[in-house]
């Protein structure tokens, strides 16, 4: 297992920020759009043999064309001012922990070359919110001395300013791991989870009201000027999905009656409480939208 | 073993050899321990029982296959393996294997390691059944792709289909695949098992990707044991056809019809009873 890079830039004073394909893939959104604001060139990839399957085989006339696997790849993009940036747009993390250990050591590898002196990670956290609110951004540092700079991010949120999760929490996958093995290194990294409703983790679609306020908290940070019109163009269609979802299971005969106030909250735009439903209603109202999700992927 | 704790090609502790054979730039064939029709397993155990083939290497499991406990089938406990065999001359090598449950890609650059480094072969051919609508008294239509125009060029003669493909790929293309890019040339083989045959040992689709084997390599394959098996099959198969429904069945296959759900499983079930001896 490899990274093959194309070129060798000379950048300056350079921030990486990866986003892997997740919950809502909010951080895979959110990178793969700046990567198209900026204009950003393809720098290079982490070979695919050994972390990934290949997806899809070509065979025309009893040849092999191509092999398909998913990607992962670097871009760079230089500033006139200084502050160049690495992306990573990941479309699949490694399913073993040896080997998403393995890529992330590689990742970092590539942030060293370059000089970065910052690492962001992009993800989702779940949480209470409703489809019709602004998501905020759970921002986890890798060191204490970067808590007062997240704070001031704005529209952001650190682990110990969540109710009951008191400074303690998990994020899984790549973009916590980078974290930790950043870490070990001693370079700074931030991860930047959009909130998603708790109701859409397993949607087939993506969430990109959650990306954009990622994308806005890097805009500030990273003084850069976004045009995020396409992603609120997105938004708009994947709330209106949302509502059609919703108004499907209002219509449901066999819903138990508190699933069904916690929908008709939902379909009505009341940001639930805490505090009236419990774990056994979020279940069940988790699994009659995942039925709802499948049906719609199996047609 | 790497940092990360993966097993990686240049393990040798992945290949361990009971013995080092003199290999002569052997064909070398693969044979996958389940697949429609068991036809892989059919062709690769007859390949090493006709060339007196002798297990020289075997792929540790460890990392490759789940080791929590052992499946037991038809009373017996089984447990995976890989195994390569070699005949004398060493022109002919054959991987006796289940596929990989994970790391695939390092179980399958283990087998390319030693195919390319220990052994020089001079081709790869994978063999695999894949279930169909044709019905047993057809004869059992055998399609190929390959990784290399060149073998492609030389050997299409012998192959009535080629393949078009667009979808996940088997462990067979991306062997073939991951050959193609260490320049080792190779063929994947691939013959219609009727679906209500692909539970069971399909003698007949065996033979027939032996027989295509046989005019690849330029080699004399002694088969009469085999057509033993396919006539005792095939008879056991004519018995069940008394059975006017059945037979009408098989019919309504013959003549390119499809059959329904319902009339598919009854005629697994006929099937499954008639070749266990309990109809």
Not at chain 1, 282 to 294: Q, V
Request: glycine residues 8%.
């Amino acid at each position: 297992m490899s990274v093959r890079l194309y070129e060798e830039p000379d950048l300056k004073n350079a921030t990486m920020i990866c986003g892997w394909a997740g919950i809502g893939n909010v951080g895979l959104v959110a990178v793969s759009t700046l990567r198209s604001l900026v204009h950003a060139t393809e720098l290079g990839e982490v070979e695919p043999y050994g972390y990934f399957e290949p997806s899809e085989v070509e065979i025309v006339d009893g040849l092999i064309e191509q092999m398909q696997f998913p990607t992962t790849r670097f871009y760079s993009h230089q500033r006139r001012d200084g502050g160049d940036l690495i992306l990573l747009v990941g479309e699949q993390q490694p399913a073993d922990e040896q080997k998403a250990y393995e890529m992330a050591s590689e990742v970092l590898d590539v942030a060293e070359r370059f000089g970065c002196r910052r690492i962001y990670t992009s993800a989702a956290s779940v949480t209470t919110i409703h489809h019709m609110s602004k998501p905020r951004v759970w921002t986890v540092p890798n060191t204490p001395a970067l808590l007062s700079e997240v704070r001031r991010y704005g529209n952001t949120v650190v682990m110990s300013e969540v109710d009951d999760a008191d400074g303690e929490g998990l994020i899984s996958g790549l973009n916590g791991l980078l974290l930790g093995v950043a870490r070990s290194r001693q370079i700074d990294a931030v991860c930047l989870m959009g909130e998603v409703p708790y109701y859409l983790q397993g949607a087939p679609w993506p969430y990109p009201k959650a990306s954009r306020s990622v994308l806005e908290v890097l805009a500030r940070v990273l003084n850069l000027q976004l045009d995020l019109s396409e992603l609120e163009e997105m938004s708009t269609k994947v709330e209106a999905n949302i509502e059609q979802i919703l108004e499907a299971l209002a219509s449901a005969k066999e819903l138990p009656r508190q699933v069904r106030v916690e929908m008709e909250k939902l379909r009505h735009g009341v940001r639930p409480e805490r505090g009236p439903i419990t774990e056994q209603e979020k279940k069940e109202i988790l699994e009659h939208i995942d039925e709802l999700f499948r049906d719609e992927n199996a047609g | 073993m790497n940092s990360s704790g993966t097993k990686t090609p240049a393990d040798d502790e992945v290949l361990r050899f009971t013995f080092r054979p003199r290999l002569q730039h052997p064909s070398f064939i693969v044979g996958w321990a389940s697949d429609p029709g068991g036809v892989s397993r059919l062709v690769a155990q007859y390949l090493v029982k006709a060339s007196n083939s002798r297990s020289f290497c075997q792929i540790e499991p460890a990392g490759f296959y789940s080791l929590s406990g052992v499946t037991v089938n038809d009373d017996v406990a089984q447990f995976p393996q890989g195994r390569f065999f070699c005949n004398e001359t060493g022109d002919v090598m054959v991987l006796q294997a289940d596929e990989p449950q994970s790391n695939k890609y390092e179980f399958l650059s283990a087998v390319l390691d030693l195919a390319e480094r220990h052994a020089h072969a001079r081709a790869l051919y994978t063999i695999n059944g894949i279930t169909s609508l044709t019905p047993h008294t057809a004869v059992r239509g055998v399609s190929a792709f390959f990784n290399d125009a060149g073998l492609w060029r030389r050997l299409r003669q012998f192959v009535p289909a080629n393949m078009d493909w667009q979808g996940p790929p088997d462990t067979s293309a991306y062997l073939l695949w991951l050959a193609g890019k260490r320049g080792l040339p190779g063929a994947s083989l691939w013959v219609e098992v009727p679906f209500y045959l692909s539970g069971h040992e399909d003698f007949q689709s065996a033979e027939a990707i032996l027989s295509l084997l046989a005019m690849m390599l330029g080699r004399d394959l002694e088969l009469r044991e085999l057509d033993q098996l396919v006539a005792d099959q095939n008879e056991k198969l004519a018995h069940l056809q008394d059975d006017p429904e059945i037979e009408e069945k098989i019919r309504t296959l013959e003549e390119g019809e499809s059959l329904d759900r319902q009339e598919q499983l009854e005629l697994i079930e006929a099937v499954d009873s008639a070749l266990k001896g309990t109809a």
